[in-house]
């Protein structure tokens, strides 16, 4: 069994990575880098292991989380973070480790496991697990060439990108992956903003987009793309790389330049390097249910959602829509300062993990 250590030591996983590697559709979320990150910004314990599993070897993403918030917890990531098994897709068996773990921390310590797609009915009652059901996955599956995949795109969709590359063109916006700090700080801002002024909640934390954006240890994991205009960042938008699979992470633009639609033209530039990759799917990410104008912007690309459920030992929590709860007291959130508001998350965010 290959486990980290907790703390901030970063600790490799030689035979996680293995199994990374040879598993064709593994998700860039369970890249041994980008748990490691997250065990470094959330103040959190990777415990992710290979285990025996009925098929063959099996990872199971793991991590012990203790806050105020959230109690004591073993979870498969803490935070919106969904890396999936690895190898044998024995459910099970990555249950009964988890459960194990989390026995061992204590009558009041529970578990928490992510699942994206189709449910594992078999392990509910073996386990006594509690349901919920608090977001949608939009997924993209990938043509081996551009122009097929384009076919599938909504045909409004696909007529505002040719306007927008005009456009994009003719003002001379330069679309760059970068990796110098004063262009991802930048970029932070906007994020920053957008999650204050329009989503009302904080963003993750700085730290988080300096380990993932400017480490070159993590250039080929994450990239960040910027459009920049008359030397300002306008946009931008943070793709996690797989072998097999892409995901959309995040994405920021100036309210000014809102209307030239520089996060979607960013976002078609990724696609095509996808596939130019091999990249076999695309994530969209995830979208609360009630988010209407999201998911319609996510389902023009062609996507199709998949449930994501969360699946609960020892602990019997409601279904939380992030874009409805606590709505009222969110929008007080709006008169933060700006500089205030980049700095909350790396003192709030671990504590909501």
Same mark, same amino acid.
């Given at each position: 069994?290959?486990?980290?250590?907790?703390?901030?030591?970063?600790?490799?996983? $030689?035979?996680? /990575?293995?199994?990374?590697?040879?598993?064709?559709?593994?998700?860039?979320?369970?890249?041994?880098?980008?748990?490691?990150?997250?065990?470094?910004?959330?103040?959190?314990?990777?415990?992710?292991?290979?285990?025996?599993?009925?098929?063959? $070897?099996?990872?199971?993403?793991?991590?012990?989380?203790?806050?105020?918030?959230?109690?004591?917890?073993?979870?498969?990531? $803490? +935070?919106?973070?969904?890396?999936?098994?690895?190898?044998?897709?024995?459910?099970?068996?990555?249950?009964?480790?988890?459960?194990?773990?989390?026995?061992?921390?204590?009558?009041?310590?529970?578990?928490?496991?992510?699942?994206?797609?189709?449910?594992?009915?078999?392990?509910?009652?073996?386990?006594?697990?509690?349901?919920?059901?608090?977001?949608?996955?939009?997924?993209?599956?990938?043509?081996?060439?551009?122009?097929?995949?384009?076919?599938?795109?909504?045909?409004?969709?696909?007529?505002?990108?040719?306007?927008?590359?005009?456009?994009?063109?003719? /003002?001379?916006?330069?679309? !760059?992956?970068?990796?110098?700090?004063?262009?991802?700080?930048?970029?932070?801002?906007?994020? !920053?903003?957008?999650?204050?002024?329009?989503?009302?909640?904080?963003?993750?934390?700085?730290?988080?987009?300096?380990?993932?954006?400017?480490?070159?240890?993590?250039? $080929?994991?994450?990239?960040?793309?910027?459009?920049?205009?008359?030397?300002?960042?306008?946009?931008?938008? !943070?793709?996690?790389?797989?072998?097999?699979?892409?995901?959309?992470?995040?994405?920021?633009?100036?309210?000014?330049?809102?209307?030239?639609?520089?996060?979607?033209?960013?976002? /078609?530039?990724?696609?095509?390097?996808?596939?130019? +990759?091999?990249?076999?799917?695309?994530? +969209?990410?995830?979208?609360?249910?009630?988010?209407?104008?999201?998911?319609? +912007?996510?389902?023009?690309?062609?996507?199709?959602?998949?449930? !994501?459920?969360?699946?609960?030992?020892?602990? =019997?929590?409601?279904?939380?829509?992030?874009?409805?709860?606590?709505?009222?007291? =969110?929008?007080?959130?709006?008169?933060?300062?700006?500089?205030?508001?980049?700095?909350?998350?790396?003192?709030?965010?671990?504590?909501?993990?």
């Amino acid at each position: 069994m290959s486990q980290s250590k907790g703390g901030n030591e970063s600790t490799h996983l $030689p035979a996680w /990575d293995d199994l990374y590697e040879q598993t064709g559709a593994a998700c860039p979320y369970n890249n041994s880098h980008f748990l490691n990150r997250l065990e470094d910004v959330y103040r959190c314990i990777n415990r992710s292991a290979v285990i025996k599993g009925s098929n063959g $070897p099996l990872g199971v993403p793991a991590f012990e989380v203790r806050t105020p918030l959230s109690g004591h917890k073993v979870t498969t990531a $803490p +935070f919106g973070f969904y890396p999936t098994i690895l190898g044998d897709q024995d459910h099970r068996r990555a249950l009964d480790y988890l459960t194990d773990l989390a026995a061992g921390l204590g009558r009041r310590a529970y578990v928490e496991y992510k699942v994206i797609g189709a449910l594992p009915e078999a392990c509910l009652a073996r386990h006594n697990i509690n349901v919920t059901t608090p977001t949608l996955a939009h997924v993209l599956p990938l043509e081996d060439r551009y122009k097929v995949l384009k076919r599938g795109f909504a045909k409004r969709h696909r007529e505002s990108l040719q306007t927008i590359d005009k456009r994009v063109r003719k /003002d001379g916006v330069e679309i !760059v992956a970068t990796r110098v700090e004063t262009d991802v700080r930048a970029w932070f801002r906007l994020l !920053v903003r957008l999650y204050r002024d329009k989503h009302l909640m904080v963003t993750q934390p700085w730290p988080l987009f300096r380990r993932l954006c400017m480490d070159e240890d993590m250039s $080929p994991l994450a990239e960040l793309m910027i459009a920049r205009k008359q030397g300002h960042v306008v946009a931008g938008v !943070v793709v996690l790389k797989g072998r097999h699979e892409w995901v959309y992470a995040w994405s920021a633009q100036d309210p000014v330049a809102e209307k030239d639609g520089l996060v979607k033209y960013i976002l /078609d530039q990724s696609l095509q390097k996808a596939i130019s +990759f091999g990249a076999k799917r695309f994530s +969209f990410g995830l979208t609360p249910p009630s988010h209407k104008g999201l998911r319609d +912007f996510k389902m023009k690309w062609g996507c199709h959602e998949e449930p !994501v459920y969360h699946l609960y030992w020892n602990a =019997r929590p409601k279904n939380v829509d992030l874009q409805m709860s606590a709505r009222r007291l =969110r929008m007080a959130y709006r008169f933060v300062p700006l500089w205030l508001a980049e700095r909350l998350p790396s003192f709030i965010v671990p504590r909501l993990a």
